[in-house]
């Protein structure tokens, strides 16, 4: 939930691959297909609160989410509701700006969303609540990287932001190159590096949703699992791959 990148790419595709960084001991079931009010939905799913931080469904949406707002804030739980039940929500939405607009994020502990919904033209959108307020923004540039406001300052975001920059010069966004950042990028910083190890706190898995002509598909690695678990889902096929590495 944590850590985010957006890549646009030609004839309308995107590449948006997430690092979660969480308590070593939350449970997360591998994203599979869920029907819900006659949408289908594939998303990782949260054991704790039953929600998700990822997902993208046949309504030709994706979202994703990041823990905090823009400024890092004091937690007051109990909350109404779940973020990760916010981003199952907008998953369901027809008109996916409408449903950013409308829903009431009241009792909802701050959160930044990444949007994407493709019906005739790509919409891209960041919604940031921060407790009080959201705001919209449309996405229109090609690269965007977010770190989520709960574990990294503002120089720690330039740090990484700085890594991501540099990632771009080489010229190679394929998918594959892309996980290859998110996993080695600050290697040997665990604590503002891609990958953190903060004893308590990890980074426990990574998910990319790729979006081409022909197909939706996301791929999640369990980096919990010492064989490395990949899960393999598309909207074509929501049969889950499972693979070993």
Not at 37 to 63: C, E, F, Q, R
Not at 190 to 208: M, N, W
Request: positive net charge.
């Amino acid at each position: 939930m944590c850590t985010v990148t957006l890549i646009k790419k030609p004839n309308k595709g995107f590449i948006l691959t997430s690092n979660r960084d969480e308590i070593i001991n939350r449970e997360t079931l591998a994203p599979k297909s869920y029907r819900d009010n006659d949408h289908k939905l594939i998303y990782p799913k949260d054991m704790l609160a039953g929600g998700t931080w990822i997902g993208m469904s046949d309504n030709n949406s994706m979202v994703c989410l990041l823990n905090g707002g823009n400024d890092r804030h004091i937690s007051k739980p109990p909350y109404r509701l779940s973020r990760g039940v916010v981003v199952k929500d907008l998953l369901r939405a027809g008109n996916l700006l409408e449903r950013l607009r409308s829903f009431d994020y009241q009792g909802v502990e701050p959160f930044t969303v990444i949007a994407a919904q493709w019906k005739g033209e790509h919409e891209f959108y960041e919604l940031v609540w921060d407790g009080v307020q959201s705001n919209i923004t449309s996405l229109d540039a090609s690269t965007y990287i977010w770190s989520s406001a709960t574990l990294y300052d503002q120089n720690a975001k330039k740090t990484r932001e700085l890594w991501f920059n540099n990632f771009l010069k080489q010229k190679d966004t394929s998918p594959e190159k892309i996980l290859e950042f998110h996993k080695i990028a600050g290697q040997g910083n665990k604590k503002i590096g891609l990958q953190i190890d903060r004893g308590f706190l990890k980074t426990r898995s990574v998910t990319q949703i790729v979006k081409t002509s022909q197909e939706l598909s996301m791929r999640y690695e369990d980096l919990t699992d010492t064989n490395s678990l990949v899960t393999y889902c598309s909207l074509k096929d929501v049969s889950p791959e499972v693979i070993s590495k």
